[in-house]
């Protein structure tokens, strides 16, 4: 045997040793990922569609008039206060003040979240003294530092004075007499706000695509799981289903800073056992939501990662870990519906 082929017989040996070994690597890795969607599955799913509701079931015409009546200002004290305002579209429909402004620029209590996937909440707002979206705006309207109207009469003065309106009611709730009401203006904002879901690369992953997650967003994933923190950022929208105190290892105000200290639940229900307990945030578009927690108290989603942590599981997370768990989260950063990025033209008033 000559060295030439001596030679090639060499590295025919290696190639022999070597594939089986690549294989039995990436055989393993399947494997891992498959064992990390099913866990994931198991807690979380993939996003639905849409978040429908059998006291509110969703039509084209309704979702068509909610989102209008969505921009619609000229309902507020000021003619300056809609939906938009504290909750603008292309800024994943969070306005990223540490507490939302409404008319006359008064101050809300409370950070204005992200109301992207947020309709299958257990309720609105975080210390929920609103029974679900449709509340919330209908609620909205005469709240002081939200739309500040009088009255649910002088709302509906106002629309039925657009008669632009009118027929986009009716189309909407068909059979009614009277269908410009606040209660359809609830419904029809509800009804648009159903359909703003925003399918991410987490969703890809859950569905079987084991590449839609990188190696870092991954191991952040392994972490939340492994950590406990899907025992309350559960259900597809990976929160907004459970209420939970604010602080369990330490006073959040401690890291946070905050000041003054927000009592939480306990304003809606007076009993101390709720105090600073609020509403599990959905973590969906986390990413491009700031400022986190519900007085817009902490700037960067690291920091409010390692927050998180020390005082809801009493864990001091290396740097790396946090940058990990940070990496999933951007993985939640998803697609806004193209209807929702397109401002509505709003009948004139005649």
């Not at 959040?252 to 939480?264: A, I, L, R």
């Not at 599981?313 to 946090?322: A, H, I, N, S, Y």
Request: with cysteine; charged share 20%.
């Amino acid at each position: 045997m000559n060295s030439k082929v001596r030679g090639l017989f060499r590295i025919a040996l290696h190639l022999t040793l070597f594939f089986p070994a690549v294989f039995l690597l990436a055989q393993n890795a399947w494997a891992a990922d498959q064992d990390l969607i099913g866990r994931v599955n198991r807690l979380c799913g993939p996003l639905p569609q849409a978040m429908p509701s059998e006291q509110n079931p969703l039509t084209p015409a309704k979702v068509k008039l909610g989102r209008m009546l969505f921009y619609e200002p000229r309902i507020s004290i000021d003619g300056t206060v809609s939906c938009a305002k504290c909750h603008p579209l292309s800024l994943y429909a969070a306005d990223g003040l540490k507490k939302a402004r409404g008319n006359s620029y008064k101050e809300s209590p409370r950070n204005s979240p992200t109301i992207f996937n947020a309709a299958a909440q257990i309720s609105a707002h975080w210390v929920g003294n609103r029974t679900g979206v449709e509340d919330q705006a209908r609620q909205s309207l005469i709240g002081p530092p939200s739309y500040g109207m009088p009255s649910y009469a002088s709302v509906e003065k106002i629309l039925r004075e657009i008669k632009g309106y009118l027929p986009l009611f009716q189309e909407a709730f068909p059979g009614e007499s009277e269908p410009v009401t606040v209660d359809n203006f609830a419904k029809a904002v509800g009804a648009f706000e159903r359909t703003l879901v925003t399918p991410a690369p987490f969703d890809d992953f859950l569905q079987g695509k084991a590449g839609a997650l990188t190696g870092e967003q991954k191991r952040g994933l392994v972490a939340m799981l492994d950590g406990g923190c899907l025992t309350c950022h559960f259900s597809p929208y990976l929160g907004g289903q459970l209420y939970r105190k604010f602080g369990i290892f330490a006073p959040y105000q401690t890291y946070t800073k905050s000041s003054p200290v927000d009592e939480g639940r306990f304003a809606v229900t007076k009993d101390e056992a709720d105090k600073h307990v609020f509403k599990v945030p959905v973590l969906r578009n986390v990413a491009m939501t700031p400022p986190y927690f519900h007085d817009g108290s902490v700037e960067q989603l690291a920091e409010a990662v390692w927050i998180m942590a020390k005082v809801q599981l009493g864990k001091d997370l290396p740097p790396e870990q946090v940058s990990d768990i940070v990496a999933f989260l951007k993985a939640l950063t998803g697609r806004i519906p193209a209807a929702a990025l397109t401002v509505p033209v709003l009948p004139a008033k005649q």
